[in-house]
Nanobody, 117 residues
Framework: QVQLVESGGGLVQAGGSLRLSCTTS????????MGWYRQAPGKQRELVAS???????TYAASVKIRFTISKDNTKNTIFLQMNSLNPADTAVYYC???????????WGQGTQVTVSS
């Protein structure tokens, strides 16, 4: 059972920044990839960003340029730097693992991000 603990969410004004962290109980260097999802009220969960074992990244079109995903294998932690936040970014943000099956298999508990206008 992989444990994921997210932190860094909060309330921020539009135009502000937040940095989310997700620390796992296993070596992330062994995982195919890790990612950040978000779910806003009444909407489906969507993939925001992902990072592969070798460091390749992908982003949703709505966050490209504004958000940056990164990782520190020595700390088994991934990050999501979020800049130029706007109210549409308000959601619960979840980190997830794809360890070896090319499917998202473990999820964190989520951290709330609220952007006020």
């Amino acid at each position: 059972q992989v444990q994921l603990v997210e932190s860094g969410g909060g309330l921020v004004q539009a135009g502000g920044s937040l940095r989310l962290s997700c620390t796992t109980s296993e070596r992330i260097s062994n995982f195919n990839q890790m990612g950040w999802y978000r779910q806003a009220p009444g909407k489906q969960r969507e993939l925001v960003a992902s990072i592969t074992r070798r460091g390749d990244t992908t982003y949703a079109a709505s966050v490209k340029i504004r958000f940056t995903i990164s990782k520190d294998n020595t700390k088994n932690t991934i990050f999501l730097q979020m800049n130029s936040l706007n109210p549409a970014d308000t959601a619960v943000y979840y980190c997830a693992t794809d360890r070896t099956s090319f499917k998202w298999d473990y999820w964190g508990q989520g951290t709330q991000v609220t952007v006020s206008s």
